[in-house]
């Protein structure tokens, strides 16, 4: 994983190589069978596509297989997702994925019309509503429907907030209160600075493998117990109810049924909380807690890394950072180094079975992978 | 199939429903198991991504995998490499993939950045060479090693042209003569005006299932007998020989072998002729002729539909047209038509085996895909 950041003055292919060395470094591998890279934003801000022959060119890897794959901002996981199935097609036995993003050094205008590129830009987007505006709406629908109150939900980015503390590769070292959260300048009611993340570069890699072949190079693989992709329909208008993501809970119904795992397996979690209120649906629509008592488990403390359901270890999408089209990767990554217990100072106590939820758009396509530990 | 239009005033979603409806139709399917979206420059040109949700909510088929393809002028050839790598996963059977894209209706500076995209922006792109120029450079190389005058490449359009007369969804209905050709407008000295595919708008889908599964829905499924992808150095500059695009050797050599067949088994060829020289360097580096060999084919007739190798037979990139991410999956639908005798006027007698090439930017990347009949 590259350190994210919002100023890293790194070309695209400067952030990839610094995830992609290291992940092909750290596996041991030599030549590669295919790579796959997730970005959501290349095209509009910096006028570059065919991601996928400039990385493998630029690693030297020119001739493998190779193209992008965009998701919104699920384009990390279902990058992870193409990869891991060119190793279940069996086509293809030694896979980079990785996922590359640079939103920093442009004006905010321009990150905001980009981030809109994830709705529907002829009905939507050309209503003037920004992508922060459409999750403001979400939350204040939770809000109002469970009787939850902001506090409850801010306790989310203080939880990611303090776990990033541990992460020197996390874009924001500071520890944060409630009361800074709701205090913080307004973005767009009721969603304030603290409940968002951030803008920032950044770029995370895996190497995939059968498992014969990972067992070559590594006495401790970790295992994808299953990757699942679900989407629903593009904008909130469209849906019945905007307070449940319900490509969430057929992504991981689904990834639980591949893995042979519950909820209650899992213990290491990473979700998606590129704002507050999401974090706390994604406990819930995962599976974890009924609607309306995602916050609940926050402020028991189940989801502290000493807690019963770790979440977020590394700091999470508000606190790591969210590189739209990287987070994906991170987050998987992030799980299989609690996995092989590597995650250093963000270290759980020997957590045997992980799942990452990536989103993109306000919940148009989310990507859930399970992660199990071999030995 | 969409007929590809300079002008056709249809959204995006608007392009991809006319060929996904007929796909889906045609293939008498209910219910998809994912939707992968081949496409290249709507983040640039629309300022819209996640084209896999907002297709799949198009559709009324929300809830499936999916998820948007990108390997520059390839999309449309790398997308379907998804689909095919999405049923050999097992993780889905009845897999939809479209490319679409929309390119007119923008401004000549606006497309010609867009394809650029293709290129290394930092160190080719910021030469102010267009994209038009770069295969120029190509054009001349081949033309001065292989001592092969215009008057011999440019018999490539000339076919593509006389082929697309047949093809009612082809952009251009226009015959035209190897002097057309020669005292057409120069683009990029030495590619002239019908040297060139054109701007367009289009979409093309394909149904994707396991034979078993295949095999309930119609008597005469087409088999995809090998799907292969490569890549080369993205830039001109890096290569040794810029007369030969290596990931089209690398991409066809791969196909041959998982398909179990040679060149001379292929009796209805698609290649990629968005410029000229394109279309008779494919002819040698896909293994039909040796190298500077490729136009003595297209003279002796060898690949008119009548002779021993038809290609291009709908038109081509030229003629039928070039709306960038979707070319490869025209081929690939255009051969399933030609292996089912479906191609109507442009049918030539009785093909089994049938090859398409679609290349992404100038060669970095490129999908072969090989098709065979059933039955």
């Known amino acids: 994983m590259a350190p994210v950041s919002s100023g890293s003055g790194k070309s695209l292919s400067e952030l990839f190589m610094q995830s992609a060395l290291e992940a092909i470094n750290d596996a041991g591998v030599g030549s590669l069978d295919g790579v796959y890279v997730g970005n959501m934003m290349s095209g509009f801000l910096q006028h570059q596509e065919h991601l996928g022959a400039l990385m493998a060119t630029a690693l030297g890897q020119e001739?493998?297989?190779?193209?992008?794959?965009?998701?919104a901002c699920?384009?990390?996981?279902?990058?992870?997702?193409?990869?891991?199935?060119?190793?279940?097609?069996?086509?293809?036995?030694i896979v980079l994925v990785?996922?590359?993003?640079?939103?920093?050094g442009y004006s905010t205008p321009e990150v905001t019309t980009g981030l809109m590129m994830a709705e529907d830009r002829l009905r939507v987007g050309a209503t003037g509503i920004t992508f922060v505006g459409l999750n403001a709406m979400i939350a204040r629908a939770y809000m109002h429907k469970y009787k939850i109150p902001h506090e409850a939900i801010a306790q989310f980015p203080v939880l990611c907030h303090k776990n990033a503390l541990d992460n020197p590769k996390a874009q924001f070292h500071k520890k944060i209160s409630v009361d800074d959260v709701l205090n913080s300048p307004l973005v767009a009611d009721p969603l304030r600075l603290f409940d968002c993340s951030g803008i920032g570069d950044g770029s995370a890699a895996l190497v995939l493998a059968p498992l014969d072949v990972a067992n070559k190079y590594t006495d401790?693989?970790?295992?994808?117990?299953?990757?699942?992709?679900?989407s629903d329909a593009l904008s909130l208008y469209q849906r019945p109810d905007v307070t449940v993501f319900e490509a969430s809970r057929k992504a991981s119904e689904r990834a639980y049924a591949i893995a042979h795992k519950k909820p209650e397996d899992v213990n290491v979690l990473e979700v998606h909380d590129a704002f507050s209120v999401l974090g706390v649906m994604a406990l819930e629509d995962l599976g974890f807690a009924r609607k309306g008592e995602g916050s609940a488990l926050v402020k028991d403390g189940v989801c502290e890394r000493d807690g019963r359901l770790p979440t977020n270890t590394f700091g999470g999408l508000k606190a790591r950072g969210h590189p739209v089209g990287t987070s994906g990767v991170y987050q998987v990554a992030e799980v299989a180094l609690q996995l092989t217990n590597r995650a250093e100072k963000c270290q759980v106590t020997s957590p045997s079975v992980g799942l990452s939820q990536s989103?993109?758009?306000?919940?148009?396509?989310?990507?859930?992978?399970?992660l199990e530990r071999t030995k």
């Open 220 to 230: 401790t693989p970790v295992k994808v117990a299953a990757s699942a992709v679900a």
């Open 359 to 370: 989103v993109g758009g306000i919940g148009g396509t989310i990507a859930v992978h399970i």
């Open 98 to 104: 990785a996922g590359v993003e640079k939103m920093s």
């Open 63 to 71: 001739g493998v297989p190779t193209y992008k794959v965009e998701g």
């Open 74 to 93: 699920a384009s990390g996981g279902v990058a992870v997702n193409a990869g891991v199935k060119s190793v279940l097609s069996g086509l293809e036995d």
